[in-house]
Nanobody
Framework: QVQLVESGGGSVQPGGSLRLSCTASQFSLDDYSVGWFRQAPGKEREGVSCIYRSDGSTYYANSVKGRFTISRDNGKNTVYLEMDDLKPVDTAVYYC????????????????WGQGTQVTVSA
């Protein structure tokens, strides 16, 4: 059982920014592909962004391209999701998850999940 912890969520106004962090205990995140997913009430879990172990490439959902940035800091064993120009539709619980070798940034490919951090964007 892996241990993943998300932090950095909060409440902001539209146009604001947040930086989410995903940290792991007992193992190194650089051994895994890491994804950020979100789920709003009544909606299915959505892949927001992934960073792949294989080549360091990244994926962004069309809805967040140009606004969100995923990155690693291996020295801190942390994966970040920088979220800029936040919109009300970004409101959701954001989850960090890992997978050894996912083909796509698709929630069922990720088997280990954190507890989530709430992001609320409202005027």
């Amino acid at each position: 059982q892996v241990q993943l912890v998300e932090s950095g969520g909060g409440s902001v106004q539209p146009g604001g920014s947040l930086r989410l962090s995903c940290t792991a205990s007992q193992f190194s995140l650089d051994d895994y592909s890491v994804g950020w997913f979100r789920q709003a009430p009544g909606k299915e879990r959505e892949g927001v962004s992934c960073i792949y172990r294989s080549d360091g490439s990244t994926y962004y959902a069309n809805s967040v391209k140009g606004r969100f940035t995923i990155s690693r800091d291996n020295g801190k064993n942390t994966v970040y999701l920088e979220m800029d120009d936040l919109k009300p539709v970004d409101t959701a619980v954001y989850y960090c998850a890992i997978a050894p070798d996912p083909v796509t940034c698709y929630a069922p490919s990720f088997g280990s999940w954190g507890q989530g951090t709430q992001v609320t964007v409202s005027a």
